[in-house]
């Protein structure tokens, strides 16, 4: 992923795990949560980015443990609308994609993605389920200016983003 704040090794990854949604599911209502967060490492690998498995997920939650609020945490897979289409129509309460820093520094902290995509899924988010509500995270003190982060704050607006947590993360170490 050449992602500057993340662990995550290279290689090649395994399918996804077709039980996993039962066990996550198993584990909200064993653990008696009202409200869960589901998310991944982003699986470019898979031609639906992984939307497939985070919908089977959501319905697993919603069967065993009904009255769980569901966030979901996704990527902004690589801008299919039929990807996020396939997540929305599974029925999360809240969708969230982190922007994670200004367009300014895409290039260096993550120099694989595109600034403009991750507003794109949240503008289309809206366009297709106005009702669920849309949240992203911001990194801070990695060199960004107040004004950068205002204008960021601005362009989450326009995409009807309307939470927003801000935070900082230092890598972990091996």
């Known amino acids: 992923r050449h992602c500057r704040f993340c662990n995550i090794g290279e290689g090649s990854p395994t399918p996804p795990d077709l039980a996993e949604p039962a066990r996550i599911a198993d584990t909200v209502r064993q653990l008696g949560l009202t409200y869960a967060v589901i998310t991944s490492v982003t699986r470019d690998d898979l031609p639906d980015g992984g939307a497939g498995h985070f919908a089977a997920t959501i319905r697993a939650v919603r069967v065993i443990a009904p009255h769980t609020r569901i966030e979901i945490l996704i990527p902004d897979f690589g801008g299919s609308d039929t990807s996020l289409r396939t997540v929305l129509e599974a029925g999360p309460d809240v969708v ?79």
């Open 96 to 174: 969230s994609n982190n922007l994670d820093t200004v367009e300014r520094l895409y290039p260096a902290i993550k120099p694989e993605c595109d600034y403009r995509r991750p507003l794109a899924l949240f503008a289309a988010a809206r366009r297709m389920n106005p009702s669920i509500p849309l949240k992203s995270g911001l990194m801070l003190g990695m060199g960004e200016t107040a004004d950068e982060v205002v204008a960021t704050f601005g362009d989450l607006l326009a995409a009807g983003c309307r939470t927003l947590t801000l935070g900082q993360y230092l890598s972990p170490s091996p």
